[in-house]
């Protein structure tokens, strides 16, 4: 039987000195003070067994890891109807590109990228008031952590608000094609708010488990999501999890996955069991450089991966 924990701190051990490769994401500027040095893993299993390594309970912003859980509650509100409003091709492209909104007529390519995580914020409010939309996600994201203190930074949205051009302009744009059905400033500040949850690695491996059993919580039993929806959740994290880089993160790994510039990945074996990694030096797609090392590494030492 494979030792997940030895397993676990070699892929730390071996991912420790790259931190200072990668570079903290500064267009944020409460994300550009993060000391880039702190690295933390965290592997939840079905039984309620956590391995941990390094500072796995400090937490940070999950940013754009949070658009797996939205996405989650978006099928489970209105179900494949969410398809309307935004496809589940690869980009190809950066994060926050507008080219191809242009050409496809404001759908963006999938619900990973922000016009896309934007457009599945729009269809989950679903009529509904901003506020109690963000309480729903933040409610849901403290039940998967099985913690009542996870929390909105909100420094953090407050600096993604003051900065948030960039995602206002993608917003404006699918309103201009018709693609939105609410407000874009309700949009975008839900929106802004569920990029700055702060969780720690154990906290967020812990939140990722239902999706390694098939949309059920192990440890409350709670169907969360249909079966068929979970894998195919599983499948866009695999296809565009992490951008353009996504290809060469299936390559290297192996697993679905999830990156955001707080410098976290969550990722996801199904049958298996949940791995959370958090180191803020990101690489040029915006992942999070260590962190995808140490999860190399540890799916090769595991012996994890989708294609076996």
């Known amino acids: 039987m494979t030792d997940l924990a030895r397993c676990l701190a070699e892929a730390y051990a071996v991912a420790l000195p790259h931190r200072r490769d990668g570079k903290v994401a500064d ?4 994300l550009a003070a993060v000391d880039p040095m702190q690295f933390g893993m965290a592997l939840a299993l079905p039984d309620g067994t956590l391995h941990v390594e390094g500072d796995a309970d400090t937490p940070f912003s999950i940013q754009s890891v949070s658009k797996v859980f939205t996405l989650a509650l978006a099928l489970r509100r209105i179900g494949s109807d969410l398809w309307t409003s935004v ?4 980009s190809g492209s950066a994060f926050n ?5 242009e050409s496809e007529q404001g759908i963006p390519r999938n619900p990973l990228i922000n016009a896309g995580a934007i ?15 963000a309480d729903e996600i933040l409610a849901f994201m403290r039940a998967r952590a099985g913690d009542p ?6 420094d953090v949205a407050a600096s993604e608000a003051r900065t948030g051009a960039r995602n206002r302009s993608l917003a404006y744009f699918m309103d201009a094609f018709g693609n939105l059905r609410h407000p874009v400033e309700t949009v975008v500040g ?6 700055a949850i702060a969780m720690s690695c154990r906290q967020l491996a812990r939140a990722g488990l239902f999706l390694a059993m098939e949309g059920r919580d192990p440890l409350t039993g709670e169907q969360l999501v249909d079966p068929h929806r979970a894998r195919r959740i599983n499948a866009i994290m ?12 299936a390559f290297r790994v192996g697993l679905p996955g999830k990156s955001g510039v707080g410098g976290g990945i969550l990722c996801i074996a199904p049958g298996q069991g949940a791995i959370a990694v958090w180191s803020p030096g990101l690489n040029e797609a915006g992942t999070s450089l260590a962190g995808a090392i140490a999860l190399e590494h540890f799916a090769y030492a595991a012996g994890w991966s989708v294609f076996d």
Not at 27 to 30: D, F, H
Not at 97 to 101: I, T
Not at 190 to 195: A, D, K, L, S, T
């Open 149 to 154: 203190g996870v929390e909105i930074d909100l």
């Open 27 to 30: 267009y944020i500027p409460a």
């Open 87 to 90: 496809g589940r091709e690869p």
């Open 238 to 249: 695999m296809l565009c999890g992490h951008y353009d880089n996504s290809g060469e993160f």
């Open 97 to 101: 590109s507008v080219v191809q909104l």
């Open 119 to 133: 457009a599945t914020t729009d269809r989950l409010i679903d009529g509904r008031d901003g506020d109690a939309v």
């Open 190 to 195: 839900v929106y802004f708010r569920q990029c």
